[in-house]
């Protein structure tokens, strides 16, 4: 047994409430009082051997998301270095994004990027045309921004510089190249001075050593004379790079992974993934920028990689590509883990491509990476390996098809295929298959359903959930059939950066521990965000273009993947929980990018007694108050209208209802836009509500949504429903206490019961089989303190080393301050059964030694 048993019942308010000032009892004052009496009890069988835990149990998820790779973990300085950005990336780009005409002293002339046949090579196919017009000793050119403030130096740091350029000028082009401030007047290093000699493309090369610190330099190139001078592929790289290595990565960043000393690395993606066309990036296909990531494109001289639209609304250079992702792998000690598409687009797109010899050529592709990864220096692509300088093999053992579909029958058809060719060529290979976008759900059911029935290795799932789901889902792997496939949990987070969501989700790793022979790889994600540049929250590390800073959540996975032990120890928790609560408060109206119109809503008792109503009838809408102040809400001909078809959640609430057995019916119209209705109920303000989401994913899905505190999880999904404009539905919502049935048009549509306990104590136990260790692992995600005995079950050394991570709930590290860090320090009185008082909030680990 693993379940915390009911002793006393905490309200949810007792849950989440801050804590007060605490400071755990000194040993005299433990001495002289009598021991209080425990709230929780931990029971551990060290005599007895739980699952083995994988060693490949916790790893990282790479994905350029919040500009995680350019700008991010790829060192390259320069933003915008080969003048590929593009409308077709994101709608404010321009191929001078990042760049500014610079003339100085008389200097003269244009700056225009160009796409013709004088360019670079094929895949670089735009390049800056600098015409020059310089009299008098003038100069002219551009100066480049960088990233976020601007290119951030290190005062006695040297800086690789390079660029590929050629001049149609008799006798060559002088070109200045310098490390300035925004207008020019500050020098942060000596100039470097390059020839540029012929009308062919040379690469030109030299080495700043800056003289001062600062985060907002600018690269400066200007060219004297007169004449066209064409660049391209201007680089400004940090010598000091993680490992040293040549076209590497930023080493504050990486050493922040590496740190976490995770088994594996999951890569790219993610959306990345499976979203865009699945086309190459060549003449056949238009030069498509959006495209799925394909590896082939990602290799080879950075100077002839493709360019991409990222789906996440950016470029993506693939400077960072998968030589330096394998070799990362290899220097942070972990496991490679690729992730390749399937052919079935995900991530809101849902189409499938038909087309059988491009699904034959990804499958192609798919053996030619492993053969990079782990072919001889002989095979074609094992000596492209050796000649970008890495002649062992990686040892690629484990790689996943797909991500997230939403199209499961068609997702897994094009999924076997793949098994088959990979299974029949290389048959070490662990394929890892997916089970959709969602914890739950028909999609789920059916994906997994699937993975079963042809005996599939191992499945991957994703959710983003509210800090209460993890704590009501401790024993999801429970259940799970031991002798079916096992699970990669490829992404997970609680939807915030506070330390109550990294406690959630440390709650939430006792049981994946305690469940290894089930859960064998797990990843929280996303993991890096550049503060500026946020597409997604939360994240595990935020950085700007100097600094790094680890979020509560880091710390936290960090505690569990440095302390993780060999096998899991039985053992079983008694103690205090959160029952559930019926659902009580406000009936709340919204849209998401439609326009729609409400009317006749009443909320009675079941025998009809009116606790609520409004028909419009009088033209106002007094009953109402804007939370989400957002849309354009009014009376038009009877009924409550909101008319922003472009808003995103436009929540209004009628007044509070405290009744715990209510009906809600209302009539609803969708005038315009791209989804359907967001019905509310149970709302206590924009953060703490139910809704019924008819409708959504553009018109695709109808689900039900609990927010908790901001954070969200889906309760009952419904796939392939949609909602017509111009019709009107009548909308029944009937709540008796926790449970819900939802109709549509007078039929039972979905229902859900939100009756789950919530546990705030968490607990699991492993030993260190080399040195006989118990790892203690105790979670108390409450504001109170947790006095807790603990039984053994066998001899152990009276001191123990303790480490943890405690503090305010709501805080979280930011650039300026990081108040959630771990504390370690060596604790007496311990022994086979002892009392300890964990601090509210916190999350502790002991390593006890055994005799």
């Known amino acids: 047994m693993h379940r915390i048993r009911l002793l006393t019942v905490l309200s949810a308010a007792t849950v989440l409430a801050l804590p007060l000032a605490y400071a755990a009892p000194s040993l005299g004052a433990d001495r002289r009082a009598a021991a209080p009496e425990p709230d929780y009890t931990i029971t551990a069988h060290a005599g007895q051997s739980g699952p083995e835990i994988s060693d490949s149990m916790y790893g990282v998820f790479f994905e ?5 790779a350019d700008g991010g973990l790829y060192a390259e300085l320069v933003r915008n270095r080969s003048f590929e950005f593009l409308p077709a990336d994101n709608r404010s780009y321009t191929g001078m994004t990042a760049w500014t005409p610079r003339g100085e002293g008389g200097g003269g002339g244009t700056a225009t990027p160009v796409n013709d046949g004088s360019r670079l090579n094929e895949r670089n196919r735009t390049y800056l045309q600098l015409s020059l017009a310089n009299t008098a000793g003038g100069t002219y050119g551009v100066s480049n921004s960088g990233w976020n403030n601007g290119v951030a130096l290190e005062a006695g740091k040297s800086y690789g510089f390079s660029v590929w350029a050629r001049s149609d000028t008799a006798g060559g082009t002088p070109l200045t190249v310098s490390l300035r401030d925004e207008s020019g007047a500050t020098s942060y290093a000596d100039p470097v001075q390059i020839q540029v000699n012929g009308d062919t493309w040379k690469k030109y ?16 190139l200007q060219g004297e004379g007169v004449g066209t001078l064409r660049l391209d592929m201007v680089s400004l790289m940090p010598e000091d790079t993680f490992m040293g290595r040549e076209n590497g990565l930023r080493k ?3 050493e922040k992974i590496a740190a976490l000393e995770p088994e594996f690395v999951r890569f790219p993606g993610g959306c990345l993934v499976n979203t865009g066309s699945m086309s190459g990036y060549d003449a056949a296909s238009g030069w498509q920028r959006a495209r799925s990531y394909q590896w082939k494109d990602t290799v080879g001289p950075v100077e002839e990689r493709a360019t991409n639209a990222n789906f996440w ?6 400077g960072l590509g998968y030589y330096e992702y394998f070799q990362f792998a290899e220097d942070v000690g972990a496991m490679p883990l690729p992730v390749v598409p399937a052919l079935v687009t995900g991530c809101g797109q849902n189409r499938v491509t038909e087309d059988e010899a491009l699904l034959q050529r990804y499958i192609q592709d798919t053996l030619d990476l492993i053969e990079f990864a782990n072919g001889p220096v002989d095979s074609e692509w094992g000596a492209l390996r050796a000649e970008m300088g890495h002649p062992e093999p990686f ?3 484990h790689l996943g098809v797909g991500n997230e579909e939403n199209l499961p029958a068609e997702f897994f058809e094009r999924f076997e295929k793949f098994r088959a060719a990979i299974e029949a ?24 359903a699937q993975n079963r029935a042809a005996g599939v290795d191992m499945v991957d799932e994703h959710y983003y959930n509210s800090p209460t789901w993890f704590l009501q889902n401790n024993d999801r792997y429970d259940s799970y059939d031991r002798n079916g496939p096992k699970v990669f949990l490829g992404e997970y987070a609680s939807q915030d950066n506070k330390l109550f969501n990294a406690l959630s989700e440390a709650a939430y790793m006792t049981g994946l521990e305690r469940n290894a022979d089930v859960v064998q790889l797990a990843s929280y994600a996303p993991l890096l965000a550049n503060i500026d540049h946020v597409q997604w929250r939360p994240d595990m590390i935020w950085f700007d273009n100097d600094q790094s800073w680890s979020s509560a959540s880091y710390e936290v996975q960090k505690l569990f993947m440095n302390n993780v032990g060999d096998r899991v120890v039985p053992s079983e928790a008694t103690g205090k929980v959160i029952e559930a609560k019926p659902i009580t408060g406000a009936v709340g109206l919204s849209t998401w990018a439609t326009s729609a119109a409400y009317d006749d809503v009443s909320v009675t008792a079941p025998d009809g007694t009116s606790l609520f109503a409004d028909d419009f009838e009088d033209g106002n809408a007094e009953g109402w108050s804007s939370l989400a102040n957002s849309g354009t809400w009014s009376v038009v001909d009877g009924a409550y209208t909101q008319t922003d078809a472009t808003a995103q959640n436009t929540l209004v609430k009628g007044s509070d209802i405290t009744a715990s057995d209510y009906d809600i019916k209302l009539k609803a119209k969708k005038l315009s836009g791209s989804e359907g209705f967001l019905l509310a109920f149970g709302v206590k303000d924009s953060g703490n509500l139910y809704w019924w989401n008819i409708g959504g994913w553009n018109n695709t899905r109808t689900v039900v949504e609990k927010a908790t505190n901001g954070g969200k999880e889906t309760l009952v999904a419904r796939e392939g429903h949609s909602v017509e404009t111009g019709r009107t539905y009548d909308v029944r919502i009937e709540v008796r206490g926790t449970h819900v049935r939802l109709f549509l048009d007078g039929q039972l549509f979905q229902e859900f019961d939100d009756d789950q306990v919530t546990e705030p104590f968490a607990q699991v136990v492993t030993r260190d089989e080399a040195t006989g260790d118990l790892l203690v692992k105790v979670v108390n995600a409450q504001a109170e303190p947790a006095v807790t005995r603990l039984d053994l079950g066998v001899k152990v050394a009276s001191r123990a080393e ?6 305010d709930p709501e805080d979280q590290n930011t650039r300026t301050a990081q108040p959630i860090k771990p504390v370690t320090s060596t604790i007496r009185g311990v022994d086979s059964t002892f009392t300890r008082t964990f601090a509210p909030y916190s999350v502790t680990f002991i390593r006890i030694q055994t005799r």
């Open 64 to 68: 350029d998301i919040n500009y995680a």
């Open 205 to 220: 090369a030299g080495t700043f050593t800056a003289t001062s610190k600062t985060d907002s330099a600018r690269l400066w």
């Open 252 to 254: 504050d960043l990486a």
């Open 313 to 318: 609304g950016y470029n993506q250079s693939y």
């Open 395 to 397: 040892g690629l053992t």
């Open 425 to 448: 060529r290389y048959p070490e290979i662990t394929i890892i298959s997916n089970s959709g976008p969602d914890d739950q759900g028909a999609l789920f059911d059916q994906h997994w």
């Open 802 to 807: 303790m480490t943890v991570i405690s503090g």
